[in-house]
């Protein structure tokens, strides 16, 4: 099946800092991978959709200098959260939109990555 | 635009017990529907979806769904519960024939599956 993966799955850093994310497609190409922020015991908040070789398009309220999306490959995107502070900690899930599967809307989703930020 | 309501936020039940997890949508178009579950820090597992053709979807882990176009109802159901499927469940919906559009996700029911 499809595998989608995320790197780190779980990362600490300290406010100000910037905290990189990435989302790769294992077995398949993934010209559509979107990612969301996920609150505890909250349903799953769509924070942009990341186009392969284009700017990504954020919903509205997402900071996009805040959430620099680089989408440079068919199997990989990553997040980058830019002077992260306490209120950025959430749990970050990426999925991808595999196109040749013939099934036009169906999403995988990555494993999540856990981002504390002290 | 598309919205997803889930009733329960919380559904206790005993082992071996049939669930019933609630699932209502509202669209001005057609949808594809889809059932996800969340175990605790993990991301989403695909348990079963509707595309098109027969209303009754069967899912995995003994899971199936029914699309009710006049309720607009998508209610996920399992006969007999084991305490491994107490996770966290979404229901979502999707515009049919819009490549890549987004999910549009319920706000989960947590499925608590006591001994």
């Known amino acids: 099946g499809a595998v989608v993966s995320q790197h780190p799955s779980w990362v600490i850093c300290k406010s100000g800092t910037s905290v990189k994310i990435e989302c790769r497609s294992l077995?398949?190409?993934?010209?559509?991978m979107f990612w969301y922020r996920q609150f505890p015991k909250k349903s799953l908040m769509l924070m942009a959709t990341?186009?392969?070789?284009?700017?990504?398009?954020?919903e509205q309220g997402v900071e996009k200098d805040k959430f620099l999306i680089n989408h440079a490959s068919l199997t990989l995107s990553t997040l980058t959260v830019t002077s992260a502070h306490p209120e950025d900690s959430s749990f970050y899930i990426c999925?991808?939109?595999?196109?040749?599967?013939?099934?036009?809307?169906?999403?995988?989703f990555g494993p999540g990555t856990r981002l504390t930020v002290l | 635009a598309q919205s997803v309501t889930q009733l329960d936020s919380q559904v206790p039940v005993f082992e071996e017990a049939p669930v019933e997890l609630r699932c209502n949508y509202s669209?001005?178009?057609?949808?594809?529907l889809f059932w996800y579950v969340q175990y605790p820090n993990q991301g989403l597992q695909l348990l079963l979806k509707?595309?098109?053709?027969?209303?009754l979807v069967k899912g995995i882990n003994g899971f199936e769904a029914e699309f009710n176009k006049s309720q607009t109802s998508f209610h996920l159901r399992k006969p007999s519960v084991h305490i491994s499927d107490t996770a966290e469940y979404f229901c979502?919906?999707?515009?049919?024939?819009?490549?890549?559009?987004?999910?549009?996700f319920g706000g989960g029911t947590r499925l608590m599956v006591k001994p």
């Open positions: 077995d398949f190409q993934a010209t559509t």
């Open positions: 979502a919906v999707s515009e049919r024939g819009n490549a890549g559009n987004m999910l549009t």
């Open positions: 999925s991808a939109r595999d196109v040749l599967a013939g099934e036009a809307d169906t999403q995988y």
């Open positions: 669209s001005s178009v057609s949808v594809y």
């Open positions: 990341s186009n392969e070789g284009s700017k990504a398009t954020y």
């Open positions: 509707y595309l098109s053709g027969s209303t």
